[in-house]
C-alpha cells in the first residue's frame, strides 16, 4: 500500500524549553491515518496535517470502547541519529490486542514503515535534551455508526506524535504507592492483557482516589481474593525480595511489557534469579519491614524504570530505601535508557535506526 503525503501549509511552533515539554501535552505537526473496510480491508494510507477527527454521533467506538492504542518511543542520540525501541515488539502486541478487541490486524512490515516514514518526516520534532523523547502512540477505533453491540465493520488506525520530558514531575525520585483493595482493574478472562482504552478507564476511579490521598499511583490486586499483586496503574512492577527479583506473571490479567522484558533480560545477565509469581500484598508490608522486601520499581515505556519508595495499604505505611532510589533499580534505568540513547552497546537487537 502506497503512503501519500499530503502537503502541510504551515507548521506550529516547536517548543523551546525542553525543560517544560511534560508528558503527552504537545503534538506534531503530522499524523499517519489509514482506514479499514470489510471487505476491502485497509486502504487510504497517508500522511497528513496533524488535526481533528469527524466522527458520527454514533460511532462504535464512542459507545461499545472497541479501541486499542500502544506506546513506543523515538530517542535523538548525541550523534544526531534518530532511533526505536523495540518497535517491532509494538506493533506485534498492537495485533494481539486487536485480535482481543475483535479488530482487524495490520500488516506488521507496512506499520513499522509508516511509523519510521512518519518520524522521519517529524524529525525536527525529535527533542535533543537528556532524558527526552518523542513519544509515538498508535491507535485503532471502530467507526460504523451504529447502536448494537458487535464488532464493526469499518476502523481507523492512525498515529500521532508527542515531544515528552520525564512521566513523573520527580523524574526518578521514589514514588508512593496506594494499594487498593477496594478497586479492580480486570478480571480473568478480561481484556487485561490487551492495550484497550476501556482498561485504563476502569482504572481512574482508584488513581483519583490515590492522587487525593497525595500518592503518585496506585497498585491493583487480583480480581478474585483481592490478595496477589497484579501491576501499578501505568507501569508493571518489579520487587527485590530475598535477593531475588520477583513480578507478577502473564496469565491475562495485566499487560505483557515491552519494557517489563527489556528488564528482566537485563535483571538475569546482571546475576539474579527471576520468579515470576503472584506476591502478596501481606509479603508486600512484612517483607518491607523485616528486611526481606528492599527494592521495588515499575517498568513502562513512559516512565522507564521508576523507583518505589513507600507502600501504603488501608492504614499501614512501609517505606524503602530511605528516601533513595534502589541499588539495581538505578542500575537498570542506567542501563536501560543508556542502550536507548546510544552511551552503551545494544547487544540484543533492540535498537532501530529510523
Not at 499530503?6 to 524549553?17: E, M
Not at 520527580?170 to 478480561?190: F, H, M, Q
Not at 505483557?256 to 533480560?265: E, H, K, P, Q, W
Request: with cysteine; aromatic share 10%.
Amino acid at each position: 500500500m502506497h503512503i501519500h503525503i499530503v502537503p502541510l501549509s504551515a507548521g506550529k511552533p516547536k517548543i523551546a524549553d525542553e525543560s517544560a515539554l511534560g508528558f503527552g501535552k504537545h503534538f506534531t505537526d503530522r499524523m499517519f491515518i489509514m482506514e479499514y473496510t470489510a471487505g476491502k480491508g485497509w486502504h487510504s494510507a497517508r500522511i497528513q496535517p496533524y488535526g481533528p477527527l469527524a466522527l458520527d454521533p454514533a460511532c462504535a467506538v464512542l459507545h461499545y470502547a472497541q479501541e486499542i492504542f500502544e506506546g513506543l518511543k523515538a530517542f535523538r542520540r548525541p550523534d544526531g541519529k534518530i532511533v526505536l525501541f523495540r518497535p517491532s515488539d509494538n506493533v506485534h502486541r498492537f495485533n494481539r490486542s486487536a485480535t482481543r478487541m475483535s479488530m482487524p490486524v495490520v500488516d506488521e512490515a507496512f506499520f513499522l514503515k509508516a511509523i519510521k516514514e512518519l518520524v522521519q518526516i517529524e524529525a525536527d520534532w525529535v527533542p535533543k535534551s537528556d532524558g527526552t523523547a518523542l513519544y509515538i502512540r498508535p491507535t485503532m477505533i471502530a467507526t460504523d455508526p451504529y447502536l448494537g453491540v458487535h464488532p464493526s465493520a469499518t476502523y481507523l488506525c492512525y498515529v500521532i506524535l508527542s515531544p515528552v520530558g520525564a512521566y513523573y514531575k520527580g523524574g526518578l525520585a521514589p514514588v508512593k504507592i496506594w494499594i487498593s483493595d477496594e478497586y479492580v482493574r480486570v478480571a480473568p478472562g478480561g481484556t487485561g492483557e490487551a492495550k484497550t482504552g476501556g482498561n485504563y478507564a476502569a482504572s481512574l476511579k482508584g488513581s483519583m482516589v490515590a492522587e487525593e490521598r497525595g500518592f503518585d499511583q496506585v497498585l491493583w490486586l487480583d480480581a478474585v481474593e483481592r490478595k496477589y499483586v497484579e501491576e501499578v496503574g501505568s507501569m508493571n512492577i518489579c520487587f527485590v525480595y530475598d535477593g531475588k527479583v520477583v513480578t507478577s506473571p502473564l496469565k491475562g490479567t495485566i499487560l505483557d511489557g515491552i519494557t517489563r522484558r527489556s528488564i528482566l533480560t537485563l535483571v538475569k545477565e546482571m546475576g539474579y534469579t527471576i520468579e515470576e509469581r503472584a506476591l502478596s500484598v501481606d509479603e508486600i508490608m512484612d517483607g518491607a519491614q523485616n528486611g526481606r522486601l528492599t527494592e521495588a520499581f515499575g517498568t513502562g515505556t513512559a516512565a522507564v524504570v521508576s523507583s518505589v519508595g513507600q507502600f501504603t495499604f488501608r492504614d499501614r505505611t512501609v517505606a524503602l530505601g530511605h528516601g533513595q532510589t534502589g541499588e539495581l533499580t538505578l542500575k537498570l534505568y542506567q542501563t536501560l535508557t543508556g542502550i536507548q540513547y546510544g552511551r552503551l552497546p545494544d547487544t540484543h537487537g533492540w535498537i532501530d535506526f529510523v
